[in-house]
């Protein structure tokens, strides 16, 4: 699924982070595993980032 960052956080790193996200009415967890290209519809803003760094690495998500 394609989301926003959360409002006032757009600059930050968000590759690797767990975001907590609307979807089908509920807030779901979902972890970042890409960033940049062409959202798809008519993205939402993530709701909240839920760790204060990304947790695995950012090389690692790549990776994977």
Request: aromatic share 10%; proline share 16%.
């Amino acid at each position: 699924m394609s989301y926003l960052p959360p409002l006032g956080q757009e600059g930050e790193e968000a590759l690797g982070r767990r975001v907590a996200v609307p979807f089908r009415g509920e807030v779901q967890v979902g972890v970042v595993v890409g960033e940049g290209g062409r959202p798809w519809g008519y993205p939402r803003h993530d709701i909240a980032y839920m760790d204060p760094a990304p947790s695995p690495p950012p090389a690692d998500i790549l990776f994977l």
